[in-house]
C-alpha cells in the first residue's frame, strides 16, 4: 500500500556531512508525521529526529546542533541532513511515516522503509 524509498547512505570521513532522503508512495491522503531512526546491531532502534506535517520537529539530544530534519509535504518526502558526524553516528538509518491516512481508509497506519547504512570512519 505504502512504500518508503531511501537513498544518501554511504561512507563520510568524521566531521562530514551527508543528505538522506526517503520518498514515500502510494495512495497516501495525508502523512502527519514523518521521522528518522537509527538501529546499530544487537541494540533498539531509536528516534533521531521527526517532524509533523505542521513542521514541528523533535530531535535526540546526541543529535541536536547537527542533524536537520525536513520536509515536502506535497511530494511526501522527508530529508535529514546531516553535519559534523561522528563515528557514533554509523548505524542503519529507517525512514518512518507515522499516522498515515489512505484513501478510502478509516484509520491510521505506521510505514518504515528498508533502511540505509551510514558508516563514519577516517
Known amino acids: 500500500q505504502v512504500q518508503l524509498v531511501e537513498s544518501g547512505g554511504g561512507l563520510v570521513q568524521p566531521g562530514g556531512s551527508l543528505r538522506l532522503s526517503c520518498a514515500a508512495s502510494?495512495?497516501?491522503?495525508?502523512?502527519?508525521?514523518m521521522g528518522w531512526y537509527r538501529q546499530a546491531p544487537g541494540k533498539q532502534r531509536e528516534l533521531v529526529a521527526r517532524?509533523?506535517?505542521?513542521?514541528?520537529?523533535n530531535y535526540a539530544d546526541s543529535v541536536k546542533g547537527r542533524f536537520t530534519i525536513s520536509r515536502d509535504n506535497a511530494k511526501n518526502t522527508v530529508y535529514l541532513q546531516m553535519n559534523s558526524l561522528k563515528p557514533e553516528d554509523t548505524d542503519v538509518y529507517y525512514c518512518?511515516?507515522?499516522?498515515?491516512?489512505?484513501?478510502?481508509?478509516?484509520?491510521?497506519?505506521?510505514?518504515w522503509g528498508q533502511g540505509t547504512q551510514v558508516t563514519v570512519s577516517s
Open positions: 502510494g495512495s497516501i491522503l495525508r502523512i502527519n508525521v
Open positions: 517532524i509533523t506535517s505542521g513542521g514541528s520537529t
Open positions: 518512518n511515516a507515522d499516522q498515515v491516512l489512505l484513501y478510502g481508509s478509516l484509520g491510521y497506519n505506521m510505514y
